[in-house]
């Protein structure tokens, strides 16, 4: 089994790396995103609550979110057995201390987490160039600088949490989604 935390910044690349990374290691993608657009897309409660978070470029608030990932894995038991890629989650200090513990729940860890490390102006770039094809209400640029703020704020401080765990695998998310991915697979072969 091999549990993964996909981390980066909004633009970051996360989506684009877990993609392949489940291709090539048979993973289970859990992407906290979009399972909240999901939601919104089908109208439920919890899509009505979270779209007010989302177009603000906040974060729906840890109980809600750590309660739909505890679902997800719940819901999922069959599926997670090669291991989990997890996707925009955890975002704050509270977040991964649950996951911690409902993975220990259920006899597993994290392995590993990627961190796709890319400069502020490029983030904004292909923020905004996605925008123009994927339709998110929250790919613009006011909410984007907002994500941006909420990220440094919020979501950064995990970076030292998972060092101090000996986790946290840099990588230079600058150049090619290939080369990219190249330098992931090099830093989970050594695991
Ligand atoms: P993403 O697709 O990962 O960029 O997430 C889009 C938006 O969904 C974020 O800007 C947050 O508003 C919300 N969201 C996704 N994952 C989380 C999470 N783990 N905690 C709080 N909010 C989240």
Redesign the pocket.
Known sequence: MLNIVIFGA?GSG??TQSDKLIDHYKLFHI????V??DNIRRGTDLGKV?KG??DQ??????EL?IDILAQVLDDNKENIQEGVIF??????IP?AEALEQLLADRGTKIDAVVGLEVPEDELIKRILLRGQMSGRS?DNEDTARK?LE?YHNQTSPLKAYYEEQGKYRAINGLGSIDDIFDLIKESLDSL
Do not use: E, H, M, N
């Open positions: 909004p996360k989506g992407s906290t995103g979009d909240l657009r979270a978070y989302i470029g906040q974060l729906v608030p840890d979110i996707d925009g989650f955890p975002r704050t977040q929250d994500r909420t």
